[in-house]
């Protein structure tokens, strides 16, 4: 492993998780890419890397003109080129943010089918008939699953943007690494698993570990 042991065991954290699971040669390749600049730079990443890896991590996608995802971005170049950004304001632009992500990150099929099925044998063991079983069964897997997933979102968002917020508006590293920002990368890659289906899980993780290597790759030592 690279030389990420020190106050930068964040790197550590996100090289981790950006490798996990990837086995194709061309994810060894892009891993080596990371892993080379890490050792290039040595302990000397600087701060703005953070706010240039969020900036990529939480990128708007291509129809979003002028929705949060663009605010975050904003945010991000504002902080990367040295302006002071609040821990108010960036909890504030994340919070929706991390919100969508959650919630499309969250296991809503496997969740609904274990309720589905819950239901359904509470339904059966009560004598409801065939067609009650299955309204009973849809009717509940719907309503809790739905209700479950919202739940999820809206409170690992809050947590999340006030803690990452904070970590930014400080520009500190320990806070960073608390945050957690590995399980961050793999609520962006379950998002896009949960859209479409694991290739496309794998593509964004590719796509994350890339981008890594470019911001790491722009900055001199």
């Known amino acids: 492993m690279s030389r990420v042991d020190g106050p930068q065991r964040w790197l550590a954290a ?17 891993g080596r890419r990371v892993r ?34 663009q605010i975050v971005a904003g945010l991000c170049r504002r902080a990367a080129a040295g302006e002071r950004v609040g821990a108010a304001e960036w909890s504030e632009a994340l919070r929706p943010v991390l919100g969508e992500l959650y919630r499309a990150a969250y296991p809503y099929a496997d969740a609904h089918a274990v309720a589905y099925a819950n239901a359904h044998a509470y339904a059966t063991a009560n004598g409801y008939s065939a067609d009650e079983t299955v309204e009973y ?15 999820c979102a809206n409170a690992n968002a809050i947590a999340n943007a006030n803690a990452i917020g904070a970590a930014l508006a400080l520009a500190d590293e320990r806070a960073y690494l608390e ?23 794998r593509a964004e993780q590719g796509r994350l570990v890339d981008g890594l290597a470019e911001i790491l790759g722009r900055v001199t030592v």
């Open 14 to 30: 996100l090289v981790a998780a950006l490798e996990a699971g990837q086995d194709s040669a061309g994810a060894a390749d892009r």
């Open 36 to 69: 080379g600049e890490l050792d290039r730079l040595g302990d000397r990443v600087p701060f703005r890397v953070v706010y240039e890896w969020h900036a990529l991590l939480l990128a708007p996608g291509p129809d979003d003109v002028d929705g949060p995802q």
């Open 137 to 151: 069964a849809q009717f509940y897997a719907d309503l809790s699953t739905g209700a479950n997933a919202e739940a």
């Open 179 to 201: 945050t957690y920002p590995d399980a961050l990368v793999r609520a962006r890659v379950l998002a896009a698993a949960n859209r479409a289906d694991l290739a496309a899980g």
